[in-house]
């Protein structure tokens, strides 16, 4: 009785199993779990996802980005370009080929402009892979104002410099005397 019970618990944990290991395996191919709906429906290429939020970036500070792709289909795909809303977004070392089965970093450099309570461009992907020829990616963040420079640290060329104190002159409290010489020396 004891043996059939654990039988049973054991056939009924196989589709379990047999799932963990789809999911395993889906997982190795698409880069994610949460790929799988999408490869399920056809697609190979992915994007690190479709929405990359930068935080805080700081005005006139060139920042570099790297997104990753993977390519989980059996042939190479080639990422022709990028068109993007806002020419400060610019996209580097395209065109590129993303092998089979690889993973490639479509990288970026983004020079923010004026503070901005919040920016979000869209940079769309072009690529030969089928049925994925544009891949839309949102980049969000806000800009802040480049911090001013302490005026304390930097001196400026119009302040006086400021020179250490000099140690006093040494005293010594003995009365001064004259000699018949024309010489002083102190008295004894």
């Not at 930068?54 to 060139?62: I, Q, Y």
């Not at 070392?93 to 092998?99: F, M, N």
């Not at 450099?109 to 994925?132: C, H, K, W, Y």
């Amino acid at each position: 009785m004891l043996a059939s019970s654990r039988f049973r618990l054991a056939i009924g944990l196989l589709p379990v199993a047999l799932l963990a290991v789809a999911l395993a395996c889906a997982s190795q191919a698409t880069g994610s779990a949460w790929n799988l709906l999408d490869y399920a429906r056809g697609q190979r290429l992915f994007v690190g996802g479709s929405t990359l939020d930068l935080g805080d970036v700081t005005s006139g500070e060139p920042t570099s980005l790297a997104i990753p792709i993977r390519n989980a289909s059996s042939s190479a795909v080639k990422i022709i370009g990028v068109t993007t809303t806002c020419s400060c977004l610019q996209p580097l070392g395209l065109p590129a080929t993303v092998a089979p089965r690889a993973s490639h970093k479509l990288e970026f450099d983004l020079m923010p402009g004026r503070p901005n309570p919040d920016f979000e461009l869209l940079a769309t992907v072009i690529t030969d892979a089928p049925g994925q020829f544009q891949i839309p990616l949102v980049v969000r963040g806000v800009v802040k104002a480049a911090p001013s420079p302490d005026e304390d640290a930097i001196p400026s060329l119009l302040q006086t410099p400021k020179l250490p104190e000099a140690a006093p002159p040494p005293t010594n409290d003995a009365p001064l005397s004259v000699s018949q010489e024309g010489g002083s020396h102190a008295a004894r």
